[in-house]
């Protein structure tokens, strides 16, 4: 995990939190300015991406994502962590202030991409459409969904070209210039995975597959 830290906390420029848990396997990344939203999780299997959903009224929302088909996967402490129709892991948080994106230009972390095999890409769209209460924005590729609200963490779904398989999910990054930042991840650790005409795909210390994008860290949107 400590590598995995190291290389996110250099990547994002968010200094990590202390431990917490009783095994210390929490922190947050801290932003120099607007409140914290991404945290960093020792696991005991391969790395990965799950949603925290903060709400203030957390029966209300858990009631309602057992409505929209969700089911509960387990129990941590007083967390609800529950499975999307697909299967992507998500936990029921309750809110801590107002989460919220502060954009400085700046190449950053403002974007989580779902992975979701073509068999259940009609009911995941429709479940995260609901949950979020986001309207879907679909761009020249039918095959990307993008739920945005501002000042929030963007919500990217990519249908795959396979059939079947679970729901996963990936972390992206927002740059202007794309070559120079993985130049620089690669230098702090990670490896490049693939290359795309807008993305590259790399991989983390750790695991972690993520993405850098051809988007403005301002905005958040497509150039």
Do not use: N
């Not at 679909?138 to 079947?164: C, I, K, T, W």
């Not at 120079?180 to 750790?206: I, K, N, Y």
């Amino acid at each position: 995990m400590e590598e995995a830290v190291a290389f996110w906390s250099a990547v994002t420029g968010w200094d990590p939190s202390p431990r917490r848990g009783e095994d210390g396997q929490f922190l947050t990344l801290v932003p120099r300015r607007g409140q914290a939203y991404v945290k960093v999780q020792a696991v005991a299997g391969p790395a990965g991406v799950h949603l925290d959903l903060d709400s203030a009224d957390r029966p209300a929302l858990v009631e309602r994502s057992r409505t929209l088909g969700a089911t509960t996967a387990w129990t941590y402490h007083d967390v609800e962590v529950a499975r999307s129709p697909g299967g992507l892991t998500f936990c029921h948080t309750v809110v801590d202030g107002e989460p919220s994106l502060v954009r400085d230009g700046s190449t950053i972390l403002d974007q989580v991409c779902l992975d979701i095999p073509s068999t259940c890409w009609e009911a995941e769209v429709a479940f995260w459409q609901a949950l979020t209460g986001r309207e879907p924005e679909v761009g020249a590729l039918p095959e990307f969904v993008r739920l945005v609200e501002d000042g929030r963490v963007r919500l990217l779904l990519q249908r795959l070209d396979e059939e079947d398989g679970p729901v996963r999910a990936h972390p992206d990054l927002a740059t202007s210039d794309r070559r120079s930042d993985a130049v620089r991840h690669v230098a702090l650790g990670a490896r490049v995975r693939d290359e795309h005409d807008h993305w590259t795909v790399l991989e983390a210390p750790g695991g972690q597959v993520y993405c850098l994008t051809d988007r403005d860290p301002a905005t958040g949107r497509a150039v």
